[in-house]
């Protein structure tokens, strides 16, 4: 059964604008790999019982080790990345740890306002 709700489209919008563009979009963490982008599950204080402002983490996954070829496989994502989801409010260089792995990463949040009809 698939969600519903505002934070569900919230979700399903950044999610379509990053297979849009073209990147392998991860939603499972138990599917999380290099060469993906994982989004992680949107977090939002509500504003009132009609509108939330809602954050989603995408994180993109390089291949290891962290080295350069990583790094400029980073930054290449991320501004693919910045060119076609609206609301970027950070970026910043991470590690993402999937099974006993240190992966290199880059973690963009992205605000969306939404409310409902």
């Given at each position: 059964?698939?969600?519903?709700?505002?934070?569900?489209?919230?979700?399903?919008?950044?999610?379509?604008?990053?297979?849009?563009?073209?990147?392998?979009?991860?939603?499972?963490?138990?599917?999380?790999?290099?060469?993906?982008?994982?989004?992680?599950?949107?977090?939002?204080?509500?504003?009132?019982?009609?509108i939330?402002?809602?954050?989603?983490?995408?994180?993109?996954?390089?291949?290891?080790?962290g080295?350069?070829?990583a790094a400029?496989?980073l930054?290449?994502?991320?501004?693919?990345?910045?060119q076609?989801?609206?609301?970027?409010?950070?970026?910043?260089?991470?590690?993402?740890i999937?099974?006993?792995?240190?992966?290199?990463?880059?973690?963009?949040?992205?605000?969306?306002?939404?409310?409902?009809?």
């Amino acid at each position: 059964m698939s969600a519903t709700g505002i934070l569900a489209a919230a979700y399903e919008n950044v999610c379509t604008r990053l297979a849009n563009a073209g990147m392998v979009v991860v939603r499972d963490p138990r599917n999380a790999r290099p060469m993906s982008v994982f989004v992680e599950l949107p977090t939002a204080p509500p504003f009132n019982s009609n509108i939330i402002d809602v954050t989603i983490v995408c994180r993109i996954l390089a291949a290891g080790p962290g080295d350069s070829d990583a790094a400029d496989y980073l930054l290449s994502q991320a501004d693919v990345i910045h060119q076609n989801v609206e609301g970027i409010i950070d970026i910043r260089p991470s590690t993402a740890i999937i099974g006993e792995q240190q992966i290199p990463a880059y973690d963009l949040t992205v605000r969306v306002s939404t409310r409902r009809n």
